[in-house]
């Protein structure tokens, strides 16, 4: 494990610091097979099915402002650390502008989980800042549920290899599982952490991929699945949003 972290680290340090989006997903790709072939036996036969927010989009999405994104409860808050390592509450990321949450660990090796997520979170984050009208109105959060391992320094060498240095794409952790789990708890986020025989942490969980859009009132407005989540369809609720509060001439007429 110690071995595969390792690598990890000397892997974010010779990337780039910005990835076009088809070379992002193969480094995402190629990341996910080759730790998932460390833990799992050698079969050729074996093969993984990528999930839908991989591939173009199989369906004309409707128009943005075009339908409703009920309310689905309130956001949560907590204490977190930012990844320069300032101590924070969840909400000082909240409410100022439509908001992207999503829960990661660095060294997720479930191809459609963790990667996933980063690699959507980066289509959207290319759409919106590609658009004068949309271009930095939103926010995007990678937040962490693996404190033990991704500290400050961790999540911003992560973060250094998917955000454009500018953009309003924050990646927080927390101090422990004592500030973590009413996070958790808040946003419903199913973690379940691996122990050894010892009880020591083994620095692999199982977790159930969620994606949160929020709006400006700290309200949910949607969330993502592994099946449901996809750059495209995210985009256009970020357009609704972004009409909602402001009336479609905010995002029409490009």
Not at 26 to 40: G, I
Not at 81 to 93: H, K, P, T, Y
Request: aromatic residues 10%; proline residues 7%.
């Amino acid at each position: 494990m110690e071995a595969r972290r390792h690598n990890l680290r000397q892997a974010w340090a010779l990337r780039p610091r910005t990835e076009p989006p088809l070379r992002l997903c193969l480094f995402l790709l190629a990341w996910a097979w080759s730790a998932l072939s460390l833990c799992a036996p050698h079969d050729h036969k074996t093969s993984i099915v990528l999930a839908p927010g991989y591939a173009p989009l199989a369906f004309l999405p409707p128009a943005p402002g075009s339908y409703a994104l009920p309310t689905m409860g309130d956001a949560g808050d907590g204490d977190v650390i930012d990844s320069r390592g300032n101590a924070a509450r969840l909400f000082e990321f909240l409410g100022e502008k439509p908001t992207i949450l999503s829960f990661i660990f660095t060294t997720c090796d479930d191809v459609n989980g963790c990667p996933l997520a980063t690699y959507v979170m980066r289509g959207v984050h290319d759409a919106l800042q590609a658009d004068p009208k949309t271009a930095n109105k939103v926010r995007l959060i990678s937040f962490s549920f693996d404190p033990l391992f991704d500290t400050p320094d961790v999540i911003a060498a992560y973060g250094a290899q998917f955000r454009d240095p500018d953009a309003d794409w924050q990646f927080l952790t927390t101090d422990g599982p004592d500030s973590l789990d009413p996070i958790l708890r808040a946003y419903d986020q199913w973690v379940i952490r691996d122990y050894d025989e010892n009880g020591d942490y083994m620095g692999t969980m199982s977790h159930i991929l969620r994606v949160f859009l929020i709006d400006e009132e700290r309200r949910i407005r949607n969330i993502y699945s592994t099946s449901f989540l996809h750059a495209d369809t995210v985009v256009n609720d970020v357009r609704s949003l972004i009409i909602e509060s402001n009336g479609p001439a905010a995002v029409v007429g490009r």
